[in-house]
């Protein structure tokens, strides 16, 4: 164990809701909900201010607009996020070679690494206090909760206890006295099903927790999962910042707001999915050989199936082929709710294609995808998604349905906009134009 409080946790405040708002003036200071739009969605972030209705990520998007009813409900965009969060990777890799990132909003720093003339409680409280200030400037107004301490564990607990925009350092020493009158669920891996069966055995807190032996918690979790318990439980935790995190896969999938039952209609959203999976690892200079599909049934059974090809490959109309044939073998008569496509075992590496081209185009006698029902063809306005009109500028979609779609006009920079409403059909209104993603890997 460490020493000192040499690990830092920095973890963005309800990420991609905080973008949104920053992106959007007249959200500002208002709830704003990110995820599934549809029946069947699910809450990705919600802001603090739908959080004080009671909303939370995971929760139905059908609770949450019964929680929060004028919240605003947007589908989400990823490539702003992503571009945000390199920015703060960056930033962070300018402070020490050793950073993990964890997911889009939140990463591991090794500050024995750093440039830090000793690491001691005031001195690295005083660098946090500087660091979410640097944060907060690159990112246009972002907030970020950071925690310090001993080990990973510790320093991802102290980031939790004062968000949003919190600092807390637990100092050397402290972290027992810290982890003791706090729920098991504290800890890495105790979810709802581990939390009861500790309940049964009397286990509340972690303090309650410290006293069970090895062998006690060995039978009541299991060998491995009692082991790391037993040891967190006494603020034991030596892993390492890692700096690397391998991409194992990259998938694409969509849940639907009715259930599908038109196997054309699915093969077809599946060659999408496919193409959005190829355009992702080409930017990534990755390919892969083992094509995946994910199909959710109208009774919420979850199937998959795979195959793996001798050589990688990065090419549309490879992995959209194989996606169909793995649709081909499974019954789907009772209706889908969820498709998805992924390509695994990657490297950074492309076999010459197996069908011939490396971008063949389609058979002469293969049917091409079929267009989207009119109705899904008008979801594609999704709320909260860029738009360019010829003559009002840039804005976001406000909402659509019944063949029209409503448009604030206002960006990052600008004051909150007016809202005008057009035909879903209507010419001079377009998708912005996506930036390249950035080619890191991930």
């Known amino acids: ?67 929060c009813p004028h919240a605003a409900f947007l589908s989400g965009r990823f490539h702003a996020y992503r571009q945000t969060s390199q920015t703060v990777m960056e930033l962070l890799r300018e402070i020490s070679p050793l950073v993990e990132p964890l997911s889009l909003d939140e990463a591991f720093v090794d500050l024995e690494r750093s440039a830090l003339p000793d690491h001691e409680v005031a001195t690295v409280t005083a660098f946090a206090e500087q660091l979410r200030g640097r944060v907060a400037e690159a990112t246009g107004g972002l907030t970020a909760s950071v925690g310090l301490g001993t080990s990973k564990f510790i320093a991802k607990v102290a980031s939790d206890l004062d968000k949003p925009d919190g600092l807390v350092v637990v100092a050397p020493g402290t972290e027992l006295d810290l982890l003791r009158p706090m729920h098991v669920t504290v800890i890495p891996g105790v979810g709802p099903a581990t939390a009861e069966r500790l309940r049964r055995a009397g286990v509340h807190t972690v303090a309650d927790l410290e ?43 969509g849940t639907y707001d009715t259930d599908l039952t038109d196997r054309t209609l699915m093969a077809g959203l599946l060659t999408r999915q496919a193409g959005e999976v190829a355009t992702r690892l080409r930017k990534a200079g990755l390919s892969g050989r083992t094509v995946s599909i994910k199909v959710r049934l109208y009774d919420f059974t979850t199937l998959s199936r795979s195959t793996t090809l001798t050589s990688p490959t990065d090419t549309a109309t490879t992995i959209a082929r194989l996606a169909r044939g793995l649709l081909d073998d499974l019954d789907t008569s009772g209706g889908v709710r969820l498709l998805g496509v992924g390509v ?34 008008h979801r594609a306005w999704a709320p909260g998604m860029d738009v360019v009109h010829d003559e009002l500028g840039a804005g976001w979609v406000w909402g659509s349905g019944r063949g029209v779609v409503t448009v604030r006009f206002e960006t990052r920079d600008t004051p909150a906009g007016p809202v005008r409403s057009f035909r879903v059909d209507d010419e001079a209104l377009h998708r912005a134009p996506v930036p390249e993603a950035p080619s890191d890997g991930t």
């Open 211 to 253: 006293q069970v032996s090895l062998e006690e918690l060995v039978r009541l979790v299991g060998k491995a999962h009692g082991q790391t318990l037993h040891e967190l439980a006494h603020a034991r935790d030596d892993r390492p910042v890692v700096p690397e995190r391998e991409t194992k896969s990259v998938s694409v999938e």
């Open 1 to 67: 164990m460490r020493a000192t409080a040499s690990v830092l946790h920095l973890d963005l405040d309800a990420f991609f809701a905080a973008v949104e708002q920053r992106d959007k003036p007249s959200l500002r200071g208002k709830p704003v909900v990110v995820g599934g739009v549809g029946g069947r969605g699910v809450v990705a972030t919600a802001s603090y201010e739908a959080r004080a209705y009671g909303v939370r990520s995971a929760m139905s998007t059908r609770e949450a607009r019964a929680r």
């Open 344 to 377: 695994s075992g990657l490297a950074d590496w492309v076999q010459e294609d197996l069908f011939g081209e490396l971008d063949p185009a389609p058979d002469d006698d293969e049917e091409p995808p079929p267009e989207l029902p009119a109705t899904a063809r």
